[in-house]
């Protein structure tokens, strides 16, 4: 059995928190491949290693003097090395850093030096083998992740080491020159490397035992979700729910390996599994609620629509011609709306009704801001009837205008769009429904 174990930002952002840390890989054998975060915040108003490097580089981009920088982002790597009373020595690797800087060696490598420090003192910690991501994690000239090459490149690499820890969050080009992923990338390169030493389980370690069934800041103390599906947490992913990168899932779906998000300062909790199919049943018919505000929808009528062949196309044609993608697409009779994100549709509004009518010649167009859309997802939803229902009568009683549902074919997820102002009372009107008020 081989576990592959991802620590988050503040899971590893001083030595108590690495002392935790230790605890959790020796209390399991199993635990042999560690991939860390840069050190993240301390508390609520501390700077997180990678922001600090970020302004670091900024400052040697523009040929500004970034020693007083540089110096605190080493004060706190120190910190954590005399904490933990460890002998390393950073001292060179910050000469490096120093003379990259200088030569501009780009943003991507500077944010990466986050990880990599904390790969090299965790490595040392635990006296388990350091592996560069740089030698392992590939991207193809156009920038794009290369799963394939990665992953014989990291399974030979890592097939005859016994335990190591590889920094996550970046990679390099095939020159060597460093790239990172997204934001929170560390999460993929954990799913990266469970695919390439096929583990049992790619245990992914934050600071909260698992995913609530919805946002606490709009529910007070929801509850956690023992165990979904890799498609319902896409759809709750999509819709605003954080926890896990959105990449993540992809590496691990393919050779079917379940994620387990725990939770550092509380490891006696289990958190929850991400898992291809189960058949243990959820616990409430939904298993999560998510939602965004900000979208917009567009409306257009035409009399006799739905007898004329392409219409749909050509006013999609009007928003693919603007470069705008669009979310949803209910449709009646004589009606067809368009859902888009606000922000992006608003520049280019009036081009794209513009357009509408040029192709689709319809009869009359609206729009109406300032909209939200609730994803509402649960396997459970598929054999239980009524579902539907029960929302709009507790959208009803809690006073809120239902604009649009959309029902995938799934039935994975039911999409709600209400105006921005409802948001928070329609998901506390749907999560008390199914989950306070139990029929
Ligand atoms: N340290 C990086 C960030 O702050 C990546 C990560 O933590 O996953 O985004």
């Given at each position: 059995m081989k576990k592959v174990v991802k620590f988050g930002g503040s899971s590893l952002a001083s030595a108590e928190q690495f002392k935790k840390v230790g605890e959790i890989i020796r209390a399991d054998k199993e635990r042999r491949f560690v991939v860390p975060s840069a050190p993240g915040k301390r508390d609520p108003d501390d700077t997180k290693v990678t922001d600090m490097l970020y302004a670091?580089?900024?400052?040697?981009?523009?040929?500004?003097?970034?020693?007083?920088?540089?110096?605190?982002?080493?004060?706190?790597?120190?910190?954590?090395?005399?904490?933990?009373?460890?002998?390393?020595?950073?001292?060179?690797?910050?000469?490096?850093?120093?003379?990259?800087?200088?030569?501009?060696?780009?943003?991507n490598y500077a944010a990466s030096r986050g990880e990599y420090l904390n790969g090299r003192i965790m490595a040392d910690y635990l006296g388990f083998t350091f592996v560069d991501a740089a030698e392992a994690v590939l991207f193809d000239a156009d920038g794009e992740f290369d799963a394939e090459t990665t992953n014989r490149r990291l399974r030979e690499r890592l097939e005859n080491v016994d335990a190591a820890v590889i920094p996550g969050f970046y990679g390099a080009y095939e020159d060597g020159t460093v790239k990172t992923f997204s934001r929170g990338g560390s999460d993929i390169t954990g799913s990266i490397v469970a695919r390439a030493v096929k583990a049992n389980v790619y245990e992914n370690w934050t600071d909260v035992s698992g995913f609530l069934i919805a946002d606490p800041r709009i529910i007070y103390k929801p509850e956690g979700i023992d165990t979904i599906t890799y498609k319902e947490l896409r759809e709750l992913s999509y819709m605003g729910a954080t926890v896990l990168h959105e990449d993540a899932i992809f590496p691990v779906r393919r050779e079917g390996i379940p994620i387990n998000i725990r939770n550092t300062n509380a490891p006696e909790d289990n958190g929850t599994w991400i898992v291809e199919s189960t058949c243990q049943k959820p616990k409430y018919v939904i298993t999560g609620i998510a939602g965004k505000k900000g979208f917009c929808s567009v409306n257009i009528d035409k009399?006799?629509?739905?007898?004329?062949?392409?219409?749909?196309?050509?006013?999609?044609?009007?928003?693919?011609?603007?470069?705008?993608?669009?979310?949803?697409?209910?449709?009646?009779?004589?009606?067809?709306t368009v859902f888009v994100h606000q922000d992006e549709f608003m520049p280019k509004e009036q081009q794209v009704v513009s357009a509408i009518h040029r192709l689709?010649?319809?009869?009359?167009?609206?729009?109406?801001?300032?909209?939200?859309?609730?994803?509402?997802?649960?396997?459970?939803?598929?054999?239980?009837?009524?579902?539907?229902?029960?929302?709009?009568?507790?959208l009803a009683h809690a006073n809120v205008n239902v604009k649009m549902i959309d029902q995938g074919s799934s039935e994975l997820n039911i999409i709600i769009g209400v105006a921005n102002s409802d948001f928070e009372s329609a998901i506390k009107a749907i999560y008390d429904i199914f989950v306070r008020i139990q029929i």
């Open positions: 670091c580089y900024a400052l040697a981009e523009e040929g500004k003097d970034f020693k007083a920088q540089l110096q605190a982002i080493q004060q706190r790597y120190q910190e954590i090395i005399d904490g933990l009373g460890l002998t390393l020595s950073l001292e060179e690797e910050f000469k490096t850093i120093e003379k990259n800087f200088k030569a501009k060696a780009g943003s009399d006799m629509m739905n007898s004329e062949i392409g219409f749909g196309r050509k006013v999609l044609q009007a928003f693919e011609e603007n470069g705008i993608s669009f979310e949803h697409v209910p449709s009646g009779i004589d009606t067809m689709a010649e319809p009869d009359h167009i609206e729009i109406e801001g300032d909209l939200a859309l609730i994803a509402v997802v649960g396997r459970g939803m598929k054999s239980t009837r009524g579902t539907a229902g029960r929302i709009f009568s507790a």
